[in-house]
């Protein structure tokens, strides 16, 4: 299959699971020319600080603009970035961000444990780049509301996606077309 060609080099952004073979951003990554991605950490995997140094450590491998492609956990460490760094970013896709306010399902650290570990408060300013919220209408980590709430902070352009769940292999995505389509929209 050919590779998907951007100008742009693209950094993958996983969210706290890191890399599941078969999750959407592990695919993407798979079809992209230009693209890393934010490796998995080996210790303090809930410290928000070190997800933080980790995307600056990437970040500082790349010459020339970057794609940002977040997702879940991984759209809070891009806020947390972008409140502290800089770089040459052309454009982020951040997909289902989870709410620290929501009562989350066991199976995922608790939003108190992550309050614990430097993730909230949550940046709310807008980011200074383009930014397109990929958001789920049945999120089981965060209410329509509150991801609206959290796009209109960052001035990023909302993008329902319906009923999508939390956009994983347990809500059903593996390969997610639409994801090549807004990192070609992105890298216009």
């Keep these: 299959m050919d590779k998907l060609h951007t100008a742009a080099t693209v950094l993958i952004v996983p969210g706290l699971r890191e ?3 078969e999750h959407w951003q592990t695919l993407l990554q798979d079809r992209l020319a230009k693209v890393r991605s934010v ?4 210790t303090d995997k809930l410290d928000c600080a070190a997800r933080v140094r980790a995307i600056q450590h990437e970040l500082e491998q790349i010459d020339g603009p970057v794609i940002l492609v977040a997702h879940s956990a991984g759209v809070l460490m891009v806020a947390h970035w972008a409140a502290r760094h800089r770089h040459p970013i052309k454009g982020a896709l951040l997909a289902t961000p989870p709410d620290l ?6 199976g995922y650290p608790s939003p108190e444990t992550l309050r614990t570990h430097g993730w909230d408060p949550l940046p709310k300013g807008p980011l200074p780049f383009r930014s397109l919220v990929a958001a789920s209408t049945n999120d089981h980590l965060a209410s329509l509301d509150a991801v609206t709430r959290m796009a209109h902070g960052w ?4 993008r329902n996606l319906g009923n999508v769940g939390h956009l994983n292999p347990a809500a059903g995505y593996g390969h997610w077309p639409q994801a090549e389509e807004l990192v070609l929209e992105l890298d216009r």
């Design 19 to 21: 890399h599941v073979a």
């Design 39 to 42: 490796p998995p950490l080996e």
């Design 101 to 106: 306010d929501a009562d989350w399902p066991q």
């Design 155 to 158: 001035a990023a352009e909302l």
